[in-house]
C-alpha cells in the first residue's frame, strides 16, 4: 500500500519550491504542491525553468518528518531516490530514460526531468526539506527547441499525448511507497539501481564545479551518492555536487 500523501493544487504559482519555503510552517509533512503553471520556475545554477505548460509537471513535495541534520540521515540523496523512481516510470512509459548524476532524467541525452531541492533549517534544526520536480510531458517540438538546453517530453519521445494526471499519481504513490525504507537504508539501498540506469560512468566526463570545471573519468558512486572521479593523474576526487557534461551528450 502506498503511504499517504496530500496534494494542494494551485492555478498558478511564482515557484511551488519558493511557495513550500515561504509557507513551511503550515504544510503538513507529504504535502505535495502543484502548480498549473509558474512565472518564476527555478533551475539549478540559478537557470530558469520553462513552466508555461500545464500538461507538465511542476511539484514540490513537503518533507519534514523522520529527517534530521545528521550524516545519517540520507537528506542529500532522496532527490536521487526520486531521479531513479522518474526514470524507471519514464521507461514504463516506453521512453528510453536514463540519469545524470546526480538529479537530471535524460531520454537519448535530452533532458526530460529535473529536481531542485531546498532545505530549511530553523535555529539549528531541519525544519524541513523541499523537493522540487518538473518534468516534460507533454511540449510541442518547437518548444522543446527553445530551451537553452538540449530537451525533450515524453509526448515526443513516445508519439502520443501523456494523461498528467495519472502520471503524477503512478510517479507519487511510487516514491512514497519506498520512502520511508529509504529513509532507514540510505542510497546503499539504490546504489545498484542507481549505478545501472547512469550510463556515463567509465566515461571521461566533464564536472562544472562553483571553483571551476575538473574532468576525469566517472568511476561510480559512493554510499553517500557522492560521484567518484578519477582525474587523469590518478587522484579520487569524491563530488557531492556538479553539472555533469558527457563528451557528445
Ligand atoms: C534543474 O535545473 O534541473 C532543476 C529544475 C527544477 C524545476 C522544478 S519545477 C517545480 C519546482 N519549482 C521550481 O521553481 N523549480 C522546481
Not at 39 to 68: A, C, M, Q, T
Not at 85 to 96: I, N
Not at 213 to 234: N, S
Amino acid at each position: 500500500m502506498p503511504e499517504p500523501y496530500s496534494l494542494a493544487r494551485f492555478d498558478a504559482l511564482t515557484s511551488t519550491n519558493d511557495y513550500c519555503l515561504e509557507h513551511l510552517g503550515g504544510l503538513a509533512d507529504r504535502t505535495v504542491v502543484l502548480a498549473e503553471v509558474q512565472s518564476d520556475g527555478h533551475g539549478r545554477f540559478e537557470r530558469r525553468w520553462i513552466s508555461h505548460i500545464p500538461d507538465n509537471i511542476y511539484i514540490s513535495i513537503v518533507l519534514k518528518s523522520g529527517l534530521f541534520l545528521e550524516p545519517s540521515c540520507p537528506l542529500a540523496a532522496i532527490t536521487q531516490y526520486m531521479a531513479l523512481t522518474v526514470c524507471r516510470l519514464l521507461q514504463e512509459c516506453g521512453a528510453d530514460a536514463a540519469l545524470k548524476w546526480p538529479n537530471d532524467v535524460l531520454v537519448e541525452g535530452r533532458k526530460i526531468c529535473g529536481l531542485l531541492s531546498r532545505t530549511s533549517i530553523s535555529n539549528g534544526r531541519l525544519a524541513g526539506y523541499i523537493l522540487g520536480a518538473g518534468i516534460n510531458l507533454n511540449m510541442e517540438a518547437d518548444a522543446v527547441g527553445a530551451i537553452d538546453q538540449p530537451a525533450t517530453a515524453l509526448n515526443l519521445v513516445i508519439g502520443r499525448p501523456v494523461d498528467r494526471d495519472l502520471f503524477l499519481s503512478r510517479l507519487l504513490d511510487r516514491f512514497f511507497e519506498g520512502y520511508a525504507a529509504f529513509l532507514r537504508k540510505g542510497f546503499p539501498s539504490i546504489k545498484e539501481q542507481y549505478t545501472a540506469q547512469s550510463p556515463f560512468l567509465g566515461r571521461t566526463i566533464t564536472v562544472n564545479l562553483p571553483d571551476g570545471p575538473v574532468q576525469g573519468k566517472a568511476a561510480g558512486f559512493d554510499d553517500e551518492g557522492r560521484l567518484r572521479l578519477v582525474t587523469p593523474d590518478g587522484d579520487i576526487r569524491i563530488l557531492m555536487v556538479g553539472d555533469v557534461t558527457v563528451p557528445n551528450d
